[in-house]
C-alpha cells in the first residue's frame, strides 16, 4: 500500500495546461459555510474565473440556503477532476489535509481560507505542491502588507492584528444568540470570540512571516490607543532582536492589520512630511479585511505567478496548544476542538512544549487523564484517533523537534 503522505505534485503544468483547454479558471471550492457561499455569489459576476465544483459534507438537500446547489458534490475526486485550482474555506483541518493531500496528488495547487489548518499540519504540505493562505483574512492580507512595506524599504517588526473585543470562555448561549444574527456556524463564532481564531492567524503569521512570539499566548495590548500599543510592541521585539506576532483588542479601532516597522535614518525627515511621525518605528495599517471578496486576488497570483502568498513554512517554531477552559474530568468526549466550550487554541513555542496537542487535532477524542482549568493538552491526556492530519503534525514536529 501506498503511503499515504508520499505525495509527489507538479502543480503549474497541469493546471494551466486546463485552463487552457476550457478558456476560464475552473475553482474548486471545499466548503459550504459564509465564506464559500459569499465567494461563490461573488464569482456569479465574473467569467475569466469560475466555481466548478463545491465540495461538502452536508447532505445534498440540507444545503437550500446554498447559492450553487448544482454544483455540489460529496466526491474529493469529482471535485478534483473539474478544477485547476482547489479553494480550500472549510474550516476543518483534519478535512483540508485530505483534500490537499489528493489536489497534490493531481498536481493542483491549493489556495486556503483556512489558517487552522496551516497551524496543524500545513507545513508537512509545503514542500508537496503550491499551497497558500488567501488575502481576506488577517494573516493574508498581513503577508501582503508585508510584502507592500519591504518593496518600500520598510524592515518590519511587528505583525499586529486588531480585535474588538474577547471573551476567553464565552457561554453557550451567548454564542448562540451570535451565531444565529450573524448566520455564522457556533464553532466559528466560538473560535472567534475565545481567541482561538485570533491565536490562529499570528501562528501561522509568525511561522509564515519568519517572527516569533513575545510570549505564551501572546501580549495582546489593550490601551485604547493603536499608536501607543503598537509603539511599545515595538519596544518588545527590539529587545528580542527578532520581529514578533501579535494583537491589541481595541474596540471603536477601525484598523484591522497593522506593522511596525524601521527604515533607514535616512528617509526620517521624509516619513515626518508623509505624516508617519519621526520614527524610529513607523505604524503602517489596513482598514479593510474582506473575506471572500479577496481570495480572487491571491489565486490570480497563483496562476499568473506561480508562488505562495504565505503558508506556515516547512519548519515552523510556533504552534496552536489546546488549553483547558475549565476543569475537565477524565472521561470528557470532545467533538471539535476548534469551537469548543472545553478547550481553546493558544500560541505557544513548540520548543517549549513538544509534547503539546495542536487544538486543530482535537476531533471525537476522549480525555485519559483529568485536565486542570488552563492546562495545555498533551498526546499522555488523551485518546486519539489516526488521520493524515495527525501523521503530517508528528513528521513536522520530528524534524523540528530533532
Given at each position: 500500500m501506498r503511503d499515504p503522505l508520499n505525495v509527489t505534485s507538479?502543480?503549474?503544468t497541469h493546471t494551466m495546461d486546463r485552463v487552457d483547454s476550457v478558456g476560464a479558471i475552473r475553482l474548486g471550492i471545499v466548503g459550504t459555510g459564509y465564506i464559500s457561499r459569499g465567494f461563490n455569489f461573488f464569482l456569479s459576476h465574473r467569467t475569466d474565473f469560475i466555481a466548478s465544483r463545491v465540495l461538502t459534507r452536508r447532505p445534498l438537500n440540507s444545503c437550500s440556503e446554498f447559492p450553487r446547489q448544482d454544483l455540489l458534490t460529496h466526491s474529493i475526486e469529482e471535485l478534483i477532476d473539474h478544477s485547476d485550482v482547489i479553494v480550500e474555506c472549510s474550516g476543518d483541518p483534519l478535512h483540508?489535509?485530505?483534500?490537499?493531500?489528493?489536489?497534490?496528488?493531481?498536481?493542483?495547487?491549493?489556495?486556503?481560507?483556512?489558517?487552522?489548518?496551516?497551524?496543524?499540519?500545513g507545513s508537512y504540505y509545503v514542500d508537496k505542491g503550491l499551497l497558500t493562505e488567501a488575502e481576506g483574512d488577517q494573516p493574508g492580507c498581513l503577508a501582503a502588507l508585508a510584502e507592500n512595506a519591504r518593496m518600500m524599504g520598510f524592515k518590519?517588526?511587528?505583525?499586529?492584528?486588531?480585535?474588538g473585543f474577547s471573551d476567553l470562555n464565552p457561554s453557550l448561549e451567548n454564542m448562540q444568540f451570535w451565531s444565529k444574527k450573524q448566520g455564522i456556524s457556533l464553532s466559528m463564532v466560538t473560535a472567534a470570540t475565545d481567541g482561538t481564531k485570533l491565536q490562529a492567524e499570528q501562528v501561522l503569521v509568525a511561522n509564515g512571516l519568519g517572527a516569533t512570539i513575545a510570549q505564551q499566548g501572546l501580549l495582546g495590548y489593550s490601551s485604547g490607543s493603536l499608536e501607543q500599543d503598537a509603539?511599545?510592541?515595538?519596544e518588545v521585539a527590539t529587545q528580542k532582536g527578532k520581529a514578533i506576532s501579535d494583537y491589541i483588542i481595541h474596540a471603536s479601532e477601525q484598523t484591522r492589520v497593522f506593522i511596525v516597522a524601521t527604515h533607514d535614518q535616512q528617509q526620517q525627515a521624509s516619513l515626518e512630511y508623509l505624516k508617519l511621525g519621526s520614527g524610529p518605528f513607523y505604524t503602517l495599517s489596513q482598514n479593510r479585511v474582506l473575506c471572500h471578496l479577496e481570495i480572487l486576488k491571491t489565486v490570480e497570483r497563483v496562476v499568473s505567478l506561480g508562488t505562495p502568498l504565505l503558508n506556515n513554512s516547512s519548519l515552523p517554531s510556533v504552534s496552536l496548544a489546546a488549553v483547558a477552559k475549565q476543569d475537565l474530568p477524565a472521561g470528557t468526549a470532545i467533538e471539535h476542538g476548534i469551537g469548543s466550550f472545553d478547550v481553546r487554541g493558544i500560541a505557544v513555542n513548540i520548543s517549549d512544549h513538544p509534547d503539546h496537542v495542536p487544538v486543530g487535532l482535537l476531533s471525537n477524542i476522549v480525555?485519559?487523564?483529568?485536565?486542570?482549568?488552563?492546562?495545555?493538552l498533551e498526546f499522555s491526556h488523551i485518546d486519539i484517533?489516526?488521520?493524515l492530519a495527525l501523521t503530517a503534525w508528528l513528521e513536522t514536529k520530528q524534524k523540528v523537534c530533532q
Open positions: 507538479h502543480p503549474s483540508a489535509a485530505e483534500v490537499t493531500q489528493m489536489a497534490f496528488a493531481a498536481g493542483l495547487p491549493v489556495v486556503t481560507m483556512n489558517a487552522e489548518f496551516h497551524v496543524t499540519c518590519p517588526l511587528v505583525y499586529g492584528n486588531v480585535k509603539q511599545q510592541l515595538a480525555l485519559t487523564k483529568a485536565l486542570e482549568k488552563g492546562q495545555i484517533q489516526p488521520s
